[in-house]
């Protein structure tokens, strides 16, 4: 798999990331988990459940697997590759266990639910098989296993949103976290393995969502991003047990789409103008929107706010007409500019990015040529650029011959790629001169004489801590005099404080 830089969504760095503990947890089972997750922020989100779920049963973390007790691997099986590597850290914990009988292997979410008993019963490599939405039951599953039982609950569920368990969270820099707004996909694009490993879509409790950003706010983080696969169709009704909370009465009222009136559905756009609301401070981020579903009402709602980010990422995955038609994604290339020239009319600065398959079943030169194109229209910031990969079960495993050969396959990537380097430079060079409000979130990682953060825009910001007294989760304005492929490169300008959040931000300031 290629990608052009790393971000939080899917984040390269972050693969096989272990747990690590935030403070030393009172355990009082004498037991110790370790967990190493794999895949696309929503993993790692569920990662932090599964913490969450275990320290409240008693059991310590460790980012150290060979003293744990209870080995988890939090799986992703989007791409080939991506179970390629889960099942070589399988059999690294497996030759372990030799020496440790005692030691427990569990395998959670997308693999889990696909490869259940070839692990189990076939390969014997694991004790533990839990699907995403059965983590709820691991404390239960652990005891079966601990007896001897090979424990399994794979069972997909249409109404889990793990609302009510505040996540635990991993590594974090304490300046941004996701949170989890739905789980599952109702769509069916013939490549993707989704909607058979994480089942059907369903939206959390808005009240829920709010606590949890509110209670993030005031840990001290400054930036949310709220996850979805399909964000735009986010919607929850509110019960009778809670149509008279403040906010989803005050969110309906609120909505520019709906006019408002107690009681009726959270939108997405609803949803987002609420947490933006906590306060200036909290920048609030979303992905992934999908471009049938994106509307004017999210676009004007992240013009009404300066904390919501102008960033949107509106995956098109192919340029051809054709292609999408066969990849199921049920737009076409002229609806999708459309999108992106609605993006631009009402956000005029907005980031946009986007992710794209090369070698789909059947594509033609004349296909990659339109991606190509479309590519140059959209002007991406950023992209993730992936090959082809055929998941079994898939619509296009069942429908069409994968026969794009896959040296072709990477050499399309490869153009594909070099195109995006190039759009991502333009990108970066006309930023050059501006200046940019950052939400400090670390050191550089070259140096830590610098300071590493990002714009609204979601493009990486570095600049030199001399002079000022930053600390991580300020916001510093930052001119930018250089730039590489992926990051801007400034100097500070002026201090931070709550009033700058008042600030107009302009190119010129
Ligand atoms: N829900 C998001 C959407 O609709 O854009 C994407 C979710 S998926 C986890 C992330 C990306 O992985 C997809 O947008 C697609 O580009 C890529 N992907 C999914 N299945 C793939 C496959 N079989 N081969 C290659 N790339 C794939
Ligand atoms: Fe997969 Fe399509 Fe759902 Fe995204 S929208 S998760 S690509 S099925």
Redesign the pocket.
């Given at each position: 798999?290629l990608e052009l830089t790393n971000t939080r969504l899917?984040d390269e760095d972050r693969q096989g990331e272990a747990f690590s503990p935030s403070v030393d947890h009172n355990y009082t089972t004498g037991k110790k988990f370790y967990i190493e997750s794999y895949?696309?922020a929503?993993n790692f989100a569920d990662s932090e459940i599964v913490a969450s779920i275990l320290q409240g049963k008693g059991f310590g973390a460790t980012r150290n697997f060979e003293e744990a007790d209870l080995v988890l691997v939090n799986t992703?099986s989007?791409?080939e590759k991506a179970e390629q590597t889960v099942r070589s850290r399988l059999h690294i914990f497996r030759q372990l266990k030799r020496s440790k009988p005692s030691l427990l292997i569990g395998v959670l979410g997308c693999m889990a639910e696909r490869l259940k008993s070839k692990f189990l019963e076939e390969e014997k490599l694991v004790d533990l098989v839990v699907g995403p939405d059965a983590y709820r039951t691991l404390p239960v599953l652990i005891e079966e296993a601990e007896g001897g039982q090979k424990a399994v609950n794979v069972l997909l569920s249409r109404e889990e949103t793990y609302a009510d368990i505040s996540p635990i969270r991993i590594d974090s820099n304490g300046v941004t976290a996701f949170v989890s707004i739905m789980r599952g996909?109702n769509?069916m694009?013939s490549?993707?393995?989704?909607p058979f490993t994480r089942g059907r879509e369903r939206s959390r409790d808005a009240i829920s969502i709010v606590k949890e950003c509110e209670a993030l706010y005031n840990e001290g983080y400054r930036e949310v991003t709220l996850l979805g696969?399909?964000v735009d169709s986010y919607y929850w009704y509110p019960n009778s047990d809670n149509v008279d909370n403040e906010f989803i009465s005050g969110a309906a009222n609120n909505s520019p789409s709906t006019g408002g009136g107690r009681g009726e559905a959270v939108t997405f756009a609803m949803l987002l103008e609420t947490v933006a609301k906590i306060s200036p401070l909290l920048r609030v981020r979303f992905s992934?929107s999908?471009p049938k579903d994106i509307t004017d009402d999210v676009l004007h709602i992240i013009c009404r706010y300066e904390n919501i980010c102008n960033y949107i990422?509106l995956?098109v995955?192919s340029g051809s007409n054709r292609i999408l038609q066969l990849m199921n994604r049920t737009y076409t290339r002229e609806w999708y500019m459309s999108k992106i020239k609605r993006i631009r009319e009402i956000i005029p600065d907005c980031g946009i990015s986007s992710?794209?398959?090369t070698g789909?079943c059947t594509e033609t030169v004349e296909d990659h040529l339109d991606t190509l194109d479309l590519m140059k229209f959209a002007r991406y910031d950023m992209s993730?650029m992936?090959?082809?990969?055929?998941?079994p079960g898939?619509l296009?495993a069942k429908r069409y011959q994968d026969d794009v050969p896959e040296e072709t396959k990477k050499r399309r990537l490869d153009e594909v790629v070099k195109l995006q380097n190039k759009l991502s430079r333009e990108s970066n060079l006309k930023d050059i001169g501006k200046t940019f409000k950052v939400l400090i979130e670390g050191d550089s990682k070259r140096s830590a004489g610098d300071w590493r953060g990002r714009s609204t825009q979601n493009k990486v910001i570095v600049f030199p801590k001399k002079g000022f007294d930053f600390v991580k989760g300020d916001y510093a304005f930052v001119k930018i005099h250089d730039c590489t492929g992926a990051t801007l490169i400034g100097e500070a300008i002026i201090t931070t404080d709550a009033p700058m959040v008042e600030m107009e931000i302009s190119a010129t300031l």
């Open positions: 798999m899917h895949g696309c929503m992703c989007i791409r996909c769509n694009c490549f993707c393995v989704v696969q399909n992934t999908h990422h995956p995955q992710d794209i398959i789909f993730y992936f090959f082809y990969s055929e998941r898939t296009a």
